[in-house]
């Protein structure tokens, strides 16, 4: 996809710099990456904090388990 973009100059050099991209594009991609998986992470978060896990077996239940 090509797109067309006003970024200031001084940002895109210093996430090249950063990312030690070889260009703005792999800059960019690199960038891009990082923002999308640090927020999937903060919503996996959110999610678990909203409905905390909740272990139905304790430890000894599984050695027990896992013996069998």
């Known amino acids: 996809m090509k797109v067309t973009a006003l970024i200031e100059d001084e940002l895109i050099q210093e996430v090249i710099d950063l990312s030690g991209a070889k260009n703005i594009t792999e800059a960019l991609k690199i960038a891009l990456n990082d923002y999308r998986s640090r927020k999937l992470m903060r919503n ?25």
Request: hydrophobic share 30%.
């Open 44 to 68: 996996y978060s959110n999610s678990i904090v909203a409905e905390p896990l909740q272990f139905t077996y304790g430890a000894k239940q599984l050695r027990d388990l896992n013996q069998k």
